[in-house]
């Protein structure tokens, strides 16, 4: 299966470092929705990437417009993840799709109200405490992208370390 991670006008590199560290990490590609809040050679954004840039696919698309035009909601299995959705980020069978796109919003806002409205069934959300805002938007990308590895046995993953081996 290939997952996608898209940011749409991601705002703090440090989260977006982290994401890119994710995906990198478990094969998911990184789209990056513009307006960005940095620029792409950002020593913070960088940083929390660590030296994972190169093993790293990213598309970078001008607007999320362009993006939805290149990648319709209607053609393939997009999720898009926010505090405001009726359904839970578990409930969706991930395991039957062959491509998986999961966009997130920008911090301050998230996506915006009217992507939202339109394509309110295929919105998720990670359950949390009424009392609360929201959960780190690395930490949200992270629980998500490893419930649908998890969905697909972690295929193409290292499941077990060989260090006492």
Avoid at 27 to 50: E, Y
Avoid at 97 to 108: A, P, Y
Wanted: proline share 5%; charged share 30%; net charge negative.
């Amino acid at each position: 299966m290939k997952i996608n991670i898209v940011m749409v006008e991601p705002e703090i590199p440090q989260n977006t470092g982290n994401i890119a560290r994710t995906c990198a990490a478990t094969g998911a590609k990184l789209h990056l929705v513009k307006p960005l809040g940095f620029t792409i050679n950002d020593k913070t954004l960088k940083r929390a990437g660590l030296d994972y840039w190169d093993k790293l696919e990213i598309e970078e698309h001008e607007c999320l417009a362009d993006f939805l035009e290149k990648y319709k909601p209607e053609e393939h299995a997009m999720y898009f993840v926010t505090t405001k959705a009726p359904h839970c980020y578990t409930d969706v069978p991930y395991e039957e799709q062959e491509e998986v796109f999961l966009l997130f919003g920008k911090e301050t806002k998230g996506l915006p109200e009217d992507l939202l409205q339109k394509y309110l069934d295929k919105s998720i959300r990670i359950p949390m405490r009424q009392t609360l805002r929201s959960l780190n938007l690395s930490n949200s990308v992270a629980i998500v992208v490893y419930e649908v590895l998890r969905h697909n046995q972690f295929r193409d993953l290292e499941k077990y370390s060989s260090y006492f081996n």
